[in-house]
Antibody, heavy 118, light 108 residues
Framework: QVQLVESGGGVVQTGGSLRLSCVTS????????MHWVRHAPGKGLEWVSY????????FYADSVKGRFTISRDNSKNTLYLQMNSLRAEDTAVYYC???????????WGQGTLVSVSS | EIVMTQSPDTLSVSPGEGATLSCRAT??????LAWYQQKRGQAPRLLIY???TRATGIPARFSGSGSGTEFTLSISSLQSEDFAVYYC??????????FGGGTKVEIK
């Protein structure tokens, strides 16, 4: 079955960095586009970033552009999110999400919590 | 940016009753609209995509309708496991996805 397992979250000070990982299994990772979506406390869901299957296209929400970098290693079936210059408003649960054949977000990981404190 | 607005914020429903949730887009998203269910402490789960197609394993009591800017998620005969927060999301403006603020369906 499809599984996505995030890791790398934690507590970091304002201005710090974290690298999130998402190890996937149960599907042909290299043929699927992937997203990161976050959920801040008391708020709704927010799309963060997208990467095409061959890493040729990457897109970011304006709120993270220039600070976050999405990447993937198809040989390891793993998705990454490098987060730099973290701000308090980046505090959220970060989900790794697969993009289905009709562009729907069809499988989600369990999420990893990032907490940015001053 | 396409802004998605959901209503109501909270819906109080008795088990066994039906529920209708609304989602409106600030510009047409055609049928590129999905619905997700999120329970406390869990990841969102895909319910509906392409406005009206149920995802794999989703019970028939969940149905979606609409196109353009107005969409509806209907849940017939709510079960205990259906009390959750529901989000709509457009993917017409790909890949800049946007979500609605959510509707909480609570037990009356």
């Amino acid at each position: 079955q499809v599984q996505l397992v995030e890791s790398g979250g934690g507590v970091v000070q304002t201005g710090g960095s974290l690298r999130l990982s998402c190890v996937t299994s149960g599907f042909s990772f290299s043929t699927y586009a992937m997203h990161w979506v976050r959920h801040a406390p008391g708020k709704g869901l927010e799309w963060v970033s997208y990467i095409w299957s061959e890493e040729t296209d990457k897109f970011y929400a304006d709120s993270v552009k220039g600070r976050f970098t999405i990447s993937r290693d198809n040989s390891k079936n793993t998705l990454y999110l490098q987060m730099n210059s973290l701000r308090a408003e980046d505090t959220a649960v970060y989900y790794c999400v697969r993009s289905g054949s009709s562009r729907q977000l069809d499988y989600w990981g369990q999420g990893t919590l990032v907490s940015v404190s001053s | 940016e396409i802004v998605m607005t959901q209503s109501p914020d909270t819906l109080s429903v008795s088990p066994g009753e039906g529920a209708t949730l609304s989602c409106r887009a600030t510009q047409s998203v055609s049928s590129n609209l999905a619905w997700y269910q999120q329970k406390r402490g869990q990841a969102p789960r895909l319910l509906i995509y392409a406005a009206s197609t149920r995802a794999t394993g989703i019970p028939a009591r969940f149905s979606g309708s609409g196109s353009g800017t107005e969409f509806t998620l209907s849940i017939s005969s709510l079960q205990s496991e259906d009390f959750a927060v529901y989000y709509c999301q457009q993917y017409n403006n790909w890949p800049a996805l946007t979500f609605g603020g959510g509707t909480k369906v609570e037990i009356k």
